[in-house]
């Protein structure tokens, strides 16, 4: 099961979907409009009830992995293993995020792109457009929404309780969610094994997709 970062869609795993699939049965979604991670936690329940899966492993990124986090704690048999790619135990103070919901749900995600985007990729990724426009067509109240569950996400306190194998992955350059975020998660999380990725910020399956694939399939096999 795969999960989203903030403001994006599915289409963030096509780097990742085909070697996946030569292995697994892979299912997507996208991001309700949610306020607070527990609720984000339990569309997943509800997702995987509607297709009759007790248990799947789940991969989150950014946004995904807290949601990742909180689905292991709030329902721990559910979750097979668990991939925490380019996510945080808690990502900065909340009132910047509260402001960026105001801001987008007055003028859409617009404002937000350019910083975005860098903060996604390093200067030598040439390949934004698509997710410029991926950014642009994110609605408004769902892209709120999730800025809110982010900001009231704090799991600092209850790593140690998440029981499922764990694997972390981060990029080397990630502003936003980098090495010292995932040596919080990997330190705290028992027996969680850790892996940074060179030459890439916070999307880093898609600036290093190889590598980032390679690691990921041999932690699930």
Same mark, same amino acid.
């Given at each position: 099961?795969?999960?989203? @970062? /903030?403001? #994006?869609?599915?289409? /963030? ?11 697994? &049965? =892979? ?11 527990? %609720?984000?936690?339990?569309? =997943? ?15 989150? =990124?950014?946004?995904?992995? @807290? =949601? ?7 329902? *721990? ?16 103070? *909340? ?40 950014? !642009? ?7 709120? @929404?999730?800025? %809110? ?17 764990? !694997? ?8 936003? @969610?980098? *090495?010292?975020?995932? &040596?919080?998660?990997?330190? #705290?999380?028992?027996?969680? &094994? /850790? ?27």
């Amino acid at each position: 099961m795969l999960s989203n @970062a /903030l403001g #994006s869609t599915s289409m /963030l795993w096509d780097r990742q979907v085909p070697e996946l699939e030569r292995r697994f &049965s =892979v299912l997507r979604y996208e991001h309700g409009p949610r306020e607070t991670m527990a %609720e984000h936690a339990q569309d =997943v329940v509800a997702l995987l009830d509607e297709h009759g899966l007790e248990r799947a492993s789940f991969c989150g =990124v950014s946004l995904g992995g @807290a =949601v990742g986090m909180q689905l292991a704690l709030d329902a *721990p048999e559910r979750v097979e293993r668990l991939v925490l790619a380019s996510t945080s135990a808690r990502f900065g103070d *909340p009132e910047p995020w509260r402001e960026r919901a105001e801001l987008v749900r007055r003028e859409g995600t617009e404002p937000v792109i350019d910083g975005t985007l860098d903060r996604w990729f390093t200067p030598a990724f040439q390949e934004r457009e698509p997710f410029r426009r991926m950014l !642009l067509d994110a609605p408004r109240d769902v892209y709120a @929404a999730c800025c %809110e569950a982010i900001a009231g996400w704090d799991a600092r306190e209850r790593l140690h309780e998440i029981a499922a194998p764990t !694997l972390v992955i981060t990029g080397e350059h990630d502003p936003t @969610a980098g *090495p010292s975020h995932a &040596s919080v998660l990997a330190e #705290s999380i028992p027996d969680a &094994s /850790l892996v940074v990725l060179s030459d890439a910020a916070h999307m880093a399956q898609v600036e290093q997709a190889d590598e980032w694939n390679d690691a990921v399939l041999e932690f699930l096999q």
